[in-house]
């Protein structure tokens, strides 16, 4: 009996100490979110945090900068229920403007128009779930419908790294003359917020988009867009890759007029962070913008376009593109002379167009110009273009163009 009262003190001590480390970690990790860098135009704060054994309260405001407006201010209150071995968050999230409120449930039909709920275990995994209703709004003979949104997340609150995936139906605006929808959209990212310029990875997929007009129809199916951003080969430096495809482009459901396995891949290597942060803060500060540019040429940087592919309905598509701006142009010379800028460049390029293209009206005549200079050659059924540029020199389908 004194081994089963023992054992069951040290189960309950555990069990208690267990909770109470769950409420401190949660509490100290929510300290230290709120001082983690956000997104540009989001600013967060946590007003209070309110901690006892079983449970604690955390108030806190999340503001979204609109360009020419007043900014968007949300009120959040997280209930958190401590557990031995989790803790349950539930956050009631309100817009601060009364009017706007008013608006947006309206809209949704619903006071609870936006839910958030997450979870945090011993081992600092944040898992959570924000769900967005659907909602509607009539005006005129018009309508503007908008189906729901869900983001799942995870995260190591240790590492801050993490995943999260974007669901969403869909919307539709129709009009008296228009009718625009997209149909299904998903979006998966990797992040990791620790990184020297928050790596991440992310995949794009949207089943259709579809503008439909008294005169004119254009629908798209199975878009995907991949990218990601890494530190480069210099810890100030960032390397990107983004990836575009279209399965299939229709104008006007006419078989003349389709497009498939649209492909653009395009990647860029070496770009300055620092001038890269402060473009995006500079928003109409000339002087800044002047000297984020000045300080992207200085670094130089690799730009290529390693896919360029369509199936048009006149025949193949194709080309690629490789340019290499060495570091050390000067801003202030170049916009004196441009011309300078062509003794840092190098790079070569080439174009694969379908011979058919020279019976289209609007096109003719500037590919029958290429022909005429040289700029475009004759390969079987194809016209070709080649390119390559180096220390000021320009050769064009193998012959030196003067500059």
């Known amino acids: 009996m004194k081994k089963l009262l023992i054992s069951l003190f040290v189960v309950i001590t555990i069990l208690l100490f267990s909770?109470?480390?769950?409420?401190?970690?949660?509490?100290?990790?929510?300290?230290?979110?709120?001082?983690?860098?956000?997104?540009?135009?989001?600013?967060?704060?946590?007003?209070?945090?309110?901690?006892?054994?079983?449970?604690?309260?955390?108030?806190?405001?999340?503001?979204?900068?609109i360009e020419g407006e007043a900014p968007l201010v949300f009120d959040i209150t997280s209930s958190i229920q401590h557990y031995p071995y989790k803790a349950v968050i539930d956050n009631q999230i309100k817009l601060r403007d009364p009017l706007l409120t008013q608006k947006v449930e309206t809209y949704f039909a619903s006071k609870d128009w936006l839910t958030s709920i997450e979870e945090v275990n011993l081992c600092g995994q944040l898992t959570g779930q924000l769900t967005l209703m659907a909602g509607s709004s009539s005006y005129g003979d018009g309508q503007f419908a908008t189906k729901a949104v869900t983001l799942d997340y995870q995260m190591d609150l240790h590492h801050y790294t993490g995943a999260a995936r974007l669901d969403w139906g869909g919307l539709q605006i129709l009009t008296s003359e228009d009718d625009f929808s997209v149909e299904s959209l998903h979006i998966k990212s990797n992040f990791n917020l620790l990184s020297a310029h928050s790596e991440y990875d992310y995949f794009v997929d949207i089943a259709k988009v579809a503008i439909l007009q008294a005169d004119f129809q254009s629908r798209l199916?199975?878009?995907?867009?991949?990218?990601?951003?890494?530190?480069?080969?210099?810890?100030?430096?960032?390397?990107?890759?983004?990836?575009?495809?279209?399965?299939?482009?229709?104008?006007?459901?006419?078989?003349?007029?389709?497009?498939?396995?649209?492909?653009?891949?395009?990647?860029?290597?070496?770009?300055?962070?620092?001038?890269?942060?402060?473009?995006?803060?500079?928003?109409?500060?000339?002087?800044?913008?002047?000297?984020?540019?000045?300080?992207?040429?200085?670094?130089?940087?690799?730009?290529?376009?390693?896919?360029?592919?369509?199936?048009?309905?006149?025949?193949?598509?194709?080309?690629?593109?490789?340019?290499?701006?060495?570091?050390?142009?000067?801003?202030?010379?170049?916009?004196?002379?441009?011309?300078?800028?062509?003794?840092?460049?190098?790079?070569?390029?080439?174009?694969?167009?379908?011979?058919?293209?020279?019976?289209?009206?609007?096109?003719?005549?500037?590919?029958?110009?290429?022909?005429?200079?040289?700029?475009?050659?004759?390969?079987?059924?194809?016209?070709?273009?080649?390119?390559?540029?180096?220390?000021?020199?320009?050769?064009?389908?193998?012959?030196?163009?003067?500059?």
């Open 19 to 65: 909770t109470y480390f769950m409420g401190e970690m949660v509490k100290n990790e929510t300290q230290k979110m709120f001082v983690k860098s956000v997104p540009q135009g989001v600013t967060s704060k946590l007003i209070r945090y309110d901690k006892g054994f079983l449970r604690a309260t955390a108030v806190s405001e999340v503001r979204l900068a």
């Open 221 to 403: 199916a199975g878009i995907e867009l991949l990218g990601s951003s890494r530190t480069g080969e210099q810890v100030d430096t960032i390397d990107t890759s983004t990836e575009w495809r279209i399965a299939r482009y229709e104008i006007d459901q006419d078989s003349k007029k389709l497009f498939t396995n649209n492909h653009i891949k395009l990647d860029i290597k070496g770009l300055y962070s620092p001038a890269l942060n402060l473009l995006r803060g500079a928003a109409e500060d000339h002087q800044q913008v002047q000297s984020a540019f000045a300080a992207l040429l200085d670094h130089g940087g690799q730009l290529t376009l390693s896919k360029l592919n369509s199936q048009t309905p006149w025949g193949k598509v194709t080309g690629h593109l490789a340019v290499t701006v060495q570091p050390g142009a000067v801003f202030s010379d170049i916009t004196l002379n441009p011309f300078m800028l062509l003794d840092y460049i190098s790079g070569d390029a080439q174009l694969l167009l379908p011979e058919a293209l020279l019976q289209q009206p609007n096109l003719s005549e500037s590919l029958q110009l290429g022909l005429n200079t040289g700029f475009l050659i004759r390969e079987a059924t194809n016209l070709s273009f080649e390119t390559q540029f180096e220390q000021g020199e320009l050769t064009v389908n193998g012959k030196v163009i003067p500059l």
